[in-house]
């Protein structure tokens, strides 16, 4: 399981999210491949790795022939009509009206009629879709009648089509995420003076639980639209990051606005290792899944356990009972870190027949482990070593003595017995 953490002590926009998983080692010349699978012309990539507050990161942009900088995520919502007057972004940038837009459905056709695959068509449809219909709301027009302006348009589809190309070369499983922050007081836009959050990004939390606090001492937009509606569409929990979580690697997508703190959305490569991972406590407090089956065959039910261990798990079996009318059943029962009640819950209800999980806290009391590495005649193998005031324990890792065996030919528990050879 990889999952990717992000951490929005500064907010998100669309390039802060792709200049950090740029950052984090999506391949540029991949990333810039896929994407002309999008099949539009007239702009152009530009990323690079700079420092701000002497922190490295990757700074992206999409570089377009009329503007020198972006108007990120912008909508256009004035679509019954145009001004001749020029419309003046929050960036404070000015196009006229009088130029070409694009509806939803024309973005949707765009998307569809690309080579990209279902997975980056889905996911960017989606956040569009929830863009368009949050500005619908805001300025009580039809969805149908909310439109991008031309500029803005291809600016949002690179922006958003590219999120989701560079997360599927990143190959994550899951992401959760941190609150978000956001700025406070107003921003000066075409339509006046608007609060903070912007009118479309607080019209995207309703109905969520998306978290949100304001720094008082920051003064503009954090949270573009585009950024929430990528939040939206892919975070799958918000929450510290799981302490069964290792971190692999840590990127920096840098924002374009200059704010007095690191304008940055730092992001977390992590990876569920949990029976490798280093216990140093001796007590925690774990959930405890059950769920009752009694109309499943035993040839689907099997593949569940792993599934469950597969995805966070710490253990996961199957007992024998009886229900009413005394039919034989299976109660499930899976033990779980909290943070990841949410992911296992949703596993149980798809994968299986039932109806409804039944949960509870537990205390336990665990021995501390780590890890040592013994060199036999089969090769290094790694033992789990656990401990408990004067009670010590060591146990072979299975793979490593499975991989040995294989190797060179003998039985499993030839290689079992060179290790505890050496640990003598």
Do not use: W
């Not at 261990?309 to 253990?315: F, I, K, P, T, V």
């Not at 991989?403 to 505890?420: E, G, M, R």
């Amino acid at each position: 399981m990889r999952t990717l953490y992000l951490d929005a002590f500064s907010g998100i926009s669309g390039d802060m999210f792709i200049g950090a998983l740029l950052d984090l080692g999506v391949d540029f010349k991949q990333f810039e491949t896929e994407l002309a699978k999008l099949n539009v012309t007239g702009y152009h990539l530009h990323a690079q790795r700079i420092a701000k507050s002497s922190i490295y990161g990757t700074d992206f942009d999409v570089h377009l022939p009329e503007t020198v900088h972006k108007d990120e995520g912008f909508i256009e919502t004035t679509s019954t009509h145009h001004h001749d007057h020029p419309h003046q972004h929050a960036d404070g940038h000015t196009h006229s009206h009088g130029d070409e837009v694009r509806h939803l459905k024309d973005i949707e056709a765009i998307i569809d009629h690309s080579d990209l695959s279902n997975y980056v068509k889905t996911n960017a449809k989606q956040v569009f879709t929830e863009i368009a219909k949050s500005e619908a709301i805001v300025h009580e027009l039809p969805l149908s009648d909310v439109h991008f302006h031309e500029v803005g348009a291809l600016d949002s589809i690179v922006d958003i089509v590219g999120a989701f190309v560079a997360l599927e070369l990143l190959a994550v499983d899951q992401v959760y995420s941190s609150e978000l922050t956001d700025g406070s007081g107003f921003i000066k836009v075409a339509h006046g003076m608007m609060p903070v959050p912007v009118p479309a990004v607080m019209q995207m939390r309703v109905g969520s639980a998306i978290p949100i606090k304001q720094n008082p001492e920051i003064h503009t937009e954090l949270i573009t639209p585009t950024g929430m509606g990528i939040v939206k569409t892919i975070v799958d929990q918000f929450c510290p990051i799981p302490d069964n979580q290792t971190i692999t690697k840590v990127g920096y997508g840098f924002g374009n606005r200059e704010t007095p703190q690191l304008n940055a959305l730092r992001v977390m490569l992590c990876e569920k290792k949990l029976s490798q991972r280093v216990v140093e406590e001796k007590a925690d407090q774990i959930l405890v899944l059950e769920a009752n089956i009694d109309d499943q065959s035993a040839e689907s039910l099997a593949p569940v356990l792993d599934l469950l261990m597969d995805n966070g798990a710490l253990d996961a079996f199957f007992s024998p009972i009886q229900m009413k009318k005394n039919r034989p059943a299976i109660k499930l029962t899976v033990m779980i870190h909290p943070a990841d009640q949410q992911a296992i819950t949703y596993l149980i209800l798809k994968h299986t027949s039932t109806v409804g999980v039944r949960y509870q806290t537990m205390g336990r009391t665990i021995m501390p482990r780590h890890f040592m590495t013994v060199t036999t005649s089969y090769g290094d193998i790694r033992v789990k070593v656990v401990n408990y005031d004067d009670i010590e324990k060591y146990t072979p890792e299975f793979d490593d003595c499975l991989a040995a065996a294989k190797a060179y030919d003998v039985a499993l528990n030839q290689v079992y017995l060179a290790v505890y050879q050496q640990l003598k």
